[in-house]
Antibody, heavy 120, light 107 residues
Framework: EVQLLESGGGLVQPGGSLRLSCAAS????????MNWVRQAPGKGLEWVSS????????YYAESVKGRFIVSRENSENTLSLQMNSLRAEDTAIYYC??????????????WGQGTLVTVS | EVVLTQSPEFQSVTPQEKVTITCRAS??????LHWYQQKPDQPPKLLIK???QSFSGVPSRFSGSGSGTHFTLTINGLEAEDAATYYC?????????FGQGTKLEIK
């Protein structure tokens, strides 16, 4: 059974930093790209970032480019999102998500329960 | 970026009714279009991947079709548990994007 468990959310002041983690299990983590997707309170879904299977290629939404860094540690089945220079508009639930198809970069099938980040 | 426009944004429907939700893309995205269902306080769940491929464990009343710029999600024989918000999502062109959502209310 695929499981994704996010952690690291919390309350942070504008301009501050936070590091999210996602522990993955139940599948061959190193064979799949991973995504981060967020959802502001009462709003729709927003793609944030993608990372390739090896971690060598990363992609970001314009809204977070230059402030967020995605990384992964395949030996530990862990995905991370380092968030710097946080703004009020970054307040959201952040979901870790597994890409559905090997060799694909996006299009996710399994989602974690999410971790709430509040910038205030 | 690719803008995905869903219609309708809200629909009130009765059980057993057939529901069709459309998703139009502002650019050609081949078949890299996926559909998700989200209930309050839950993460989204994948229903359909790559326009028409049903995801494992999803009831057969959910189906998807389309290609290029026009896609549809159909629910044949709506059930009360289908009350939720539905999103389309494209993974063809970066940055990946989602539709604004369609909220289904069960009468």
């Amino acid at each position: 059974e695929v499981q994704l468990l996010e952690s690291g959310g919390g309350l942070v002041q504008p301009g501050g930093s936070l590091r999210l983690s996602c522990a993955a299990s139940g599948f061959s983590f190193s064979k799949f790209c991973m995504n981060w997707v967020r959802q502001a309170p009462g709003k729709g879904l927003e793609w944030v970032s993608s990372i390739s299977e090896s971690g060598s290629d990363t992609y970001y939404a314009e809204s977070v480019k230059g402030r967020f860094i995605v990384s992964r540690e395949n030996s530990e089945n862990t995905l991370s999102l380092q968030m710097n220079s946080l703004r009020a508009e970054d307040t959201a639930i952040y979901y870790c998500a597994k890409v559905a198809v090997e060799v694909a970069r996006g299009g996710v099938d399994y989602w974690g329960q999410g971790t709430l980040v509040t910038v205030s | 970026e690719v803008v995905l426009t869903q219609s309708p944004e809200f629909q009130s429907v009765t059980p057993q009714e057939k529901v069709t939700i459309t998703c139009r893309a502002s650019q050609y995205i081949v078949g890299s279009l996926h559909w998700y269902q989200q209930k309050p306080d839950q993460p989204p769940k994948l229903l359909i991947k790559y326009a028409s491929q049903s995801f494992s464990g999803v009831p057969s009343r959910f189906s998807g079709s389309g290609s290029g710029t026009h896609f549809t999600l159909t629910i044949n024989g709506l059930e009360a548990e289908d009350a939720a918000t539905y999103y389309c999502h494209q993974s063809s062109i970066l940055p990946y994007t989602f539709g604004q959502g369609t909220k289904l209310e069960i009468k």
